[in-house]
């Protein structure tokens, strides 16, 4: 009998090459996401589409159609491909009862997502992370910037795609940044933004995945190209060898008890050449593709894992050059706005996007697999983001994932919500590590 699988989070091009790779090897794969068309669904391997509503702006009526699901037909596993993992790690006791779920408790969930927890989670455990303060109030800000040097990075505790990160070099800077983002969070009920110390150096980056915090595959990258070129998502990709931040990541699985997919992010500093972890992804990321590519093959894990299977451990080998085809017309595209770069360099751009300075093994992660229809919706999707991004002047990363992205926000008030309707608490309040905020 063949294995079926619901994907939820199919609208990103990184789903996309798990559904193939899963698909081609016989499993039945259904693909959800909140989006009519999207990447995934449009697969070459997908059995079937659901539409199901954004689990950013609707987690109940999100979970309410997943259950739908699970309760209507039979799944062998529910794998989230990106940020609705922590939503679906929340009630994950309650999903379980229909399939597999590969997801930690969500404390240790909640602890590695938000940013301040996962800087005092590593001061507990010793693991390099940049000084952190967090100031109580507008007011608070000059007594909590004395405890760092500039220049200090502005961040935001649930941010990603560099929503709300700003880089400050002296006190007018980060009072004029911290009053304008403060007042954004408090209009939407947000957690205020938090200071952390610049660290100089390189960003290196791993996409593991792990059971009951046992590592079982793992692929550690730099990124030789972003987009947006200030700190986005990696367009070009270089798998490496870095044995001090795999030896970090083995403690933070470990303390966590983590089970599925983490990615984290590092700077290995220039002059001292320590790893200092700056943030975590509690799911699937880009390097999905390089890590088939280097010989991590993610999908024998999971299928094996469905099967009662403990799979052999599985680490990338180094020098595998890959690039994402979207994302590097993003760049590419980045160049024509005279407030990046001045015009007359765009020539020298256009060279090195057709001929990158460094050797590349996928020219793309989708037309190389024949998923010809995706890499079109991704490129229809992207251009219609940048567009809005340009219209609404909000970051490009934001506007493309806003569909499939989780709001702690409305996430608790779904949680409120439950409690007033007499439904009980989905998690209990502990976890295997003490909560360390």
């Not at 994950?92 to 597999?100: I, S, V, Y």
């Not at 915090?213 to 030789?224: C, P, S």
């Not at 001929?355 to 697999?369: A, C, G, Q």
Request: charge should be neutral; hydrophobic fraction near 45%; glycine fraction near 6%.
């Amino acid at each position: 009998m063949a294995i079926r699988i619901l994907v939820t989070g199919s609208s990103t091009f990184f789903a996309t090459r798990l559904i193939h790779d899963l698909g081609r090897r016989g499993a039945l794969v259904t693909a959800a996401d909140s989006l009519a068309v999207s990447p995934g669904k449009v697969s070459r391997f997908v059995s079937r589409r659901l539409l199901v509503p954004s689990p950013g702006a609707d987690p109940g009526g999100f979970l309410d159609a997943i259950q739908t699901e699970l309760g209507s037909r039979r799944y062998d596993l529910l794998l989230p491909a990106f940020e609705e993992s922590v939503l679906l790690s929340e009630y994950r006791a309650e999903l379980q009862k229909h399939t597999n779920l590969f997801l930690p408790l969500f404390a240790s969930m909640q602890q590695l997502h938000h940013k301040p927890s996962l800087n005092a989670l590593c001061c507990k455990l010793n693991l390099p992370t940049p000084p952190t303060v967090v100031p109580r109030s507008t007011a608070d800000l000059a007594r909590a910037a004395q405890a760092l040097r500039y220049p200090i990075v502005l961040k935001l505790a649930m941010g990603n795609n560099s929503v709300g990160r700003a880089y400050c070099d002296d006190w007018e800077s980060l009072h004029a940044n911290y009053s304008q983002l403060a007042a954004t969070q408090q209009q939407s009920g947000d957690e205020l933004p938090f200071l952390q110390q610049k660290i100089d150096g390189e960003l290196v980056y791993t996409l593991c995945f792990a059971n009951e915090g046992r590592k079982l595959a793992e692929v550690v990258y730099r990124t030789r190209r972003t987009f947006p070129e200030a700190g986005g998502t990696s367009a070009h990709r270089e798998s490496i060898d870095h044995p001090q931040i795999s030896r970090i990541t083995n403690q933070l699985l470990a303390a966590t008890d983590w089970t599925g997919f983490l990615g984290l992010d590092f700077i290995v500093e220039r002059e001292t050449g320590i790893p200092y972890l700056i943030d975590a992804n509690p799911r699937p990321n880009p390097a999905i593709h390089l890590g088939f590519l280097a010989g991590v093959d993610w999908s024998r894990i999971l299928l094996d894992l469905v099967a009662g299977i403990i799979p052999q451990p599985q680490m990338a080998r180094s020098g595998v050059h890959v690039h994402t085809l979207m994302l590097d017309i993003g760049w590419l595209c980045e160049g024509l706005s005279p407030l990046k770069e001045a015009l007359w360099r765009f020539p020298g751009r256009f060279a090195k996007f057709l001929s990158p300075p460094w050797p590349v093994n996928s020219r793309d992660d989708l037309l190389t697999i024949g998923e010809t229809a995706a890499a079109f919706v991704i490129l229809l999707h992207s251009g219609y983001s940048f567009a809005k991004s340009l219209l609404l002047g909000r970051p490009f990363g934001q506007v493309l994932l806003e569909n499939a992205n989780y709001d702690a926000v409305a996430a608790h008030e779904y949680r409120l919500q439950r409690l007033q309707n007499g439904m009980r608490p989905a998690v209990a309040a502990e976890s295997r590590v003490a909560d360390a905020a």
